[in-house]
């Protein structure tokens, strides 16, 4: 997992990430994935509800799997696809990028979002796995 984005970081300058009902789902995804590529991961943790947090269990936790995936996989190399997907009552945020560490592979990241911007499920996996859009 990579520790800084080669796109433009959509935080607002005032450091803030701060959930809005009218953000849109790709301005929120890409502050979402600022904010862990930053390693601004307690704030992160506060945009995930119970359902995302529960695969970790807590902070600490969430923590060791962000520096074991950096450690492992490196930086974001290159955004191969990003995609707002609609299925039901989920709207999700997907970004298909590779890393410095496995180049030779595409990964996505994908945050599941409610109606406020806040992240139901959060998953990085091999861009293989991901359902055909």
Known sequence: MPSAPRVPSPVASSGE???A???APLARGRELTALLYQDRLDQLWEAFLPSARAQWGDLSAFK???ATGLET?????SVLNEAVIEDGDVTSY???VTFAGDP???WTLKFSLDDQGDVSHFEIVPADMQAPQ
């Open 64 to 66: 060791a799997y962000r």
């Open 73 to 77: 996989y490196g930086a974001e190399t």
């Open 17 to 19: 990430a701060t959930p």
């Open 94 to 96: 997907a970004r298909t």
């Open 104 to 106: 030779g592979n595409a």
């Open 21 to 23: 009902p009218s953000a």
